[in-house]
């Protein structure tokens, strides 16, 4: 195979990849909530909001309590894979030690980790324009 066929090979794996390959993240356990005082937890579950990093695109969220396949369910408001198309793909969420916050997909795959690096969550990786997570 010519470097020319191979550099061919790599944009077409490029191309096709798209938005919906999920990124890589460094593994963190998830929190186990039967050793965290409740009334710390109380907070994390309930209404919370996706923006955009001007806040001008938003989406409500619940993050609730119940056990699903990948983490815990969650609910979005209607029309919210339509303002960040990502969220469409997620179906469940988990708190992490440290009390970060994944958004998974189907295939239990985390496609979207908020976390605090100061007082506020920040997205990784910033996509569909999503940049933080807000309580409400």
């Known amino acids: ?38 009334s710390m937890l109380k907070d994390t579950f309930g209404a919370w909001e996706i923006q955009d990093k ?9 993050l609730k309590r119940e056990a699903v396949i990948g983490g ?4 979005f408001a209607p029309g919210c894979d339509k ?3 990502i969220l469409g793909e997620i179906t469940a969420w988990r708190l992490l030690e440290g009390w970060g916050i994944d958004l998974v997909d189907a295939l239990r795959k985390t496609r979207i980790r908020f976390t605090t ?9 910033e996509i569909d324009g999503i940049d933080t997570i807000v309580k409400r």
Do not use: N
């Not at 191309?15 to 593994?27: H, I, Q, R, Y």
């Open 54 to 62: 001007k806040g001008r695109k938003k989406c409500r969220v619940t």
């Open 1 to 38: 195979m010519t470097i020319r066929h191979l550099a061919a090979a790599f944009a077409l794996v490029l191309l096709t990849a798209g938005p919906s390959v999920a990124a890589e993240f460094e593994p963190v356990k998830p929190l186990d909530l039967k050793s965290v005082d409740p």
């Open 117 to 125: 690096p100061d007082e506020r969550y920040i997205a990784l990786p």
């Open 83 to 85: 303002t960040f198309p």
């Open 72 to 75: 815990y369910q969650l609910a």
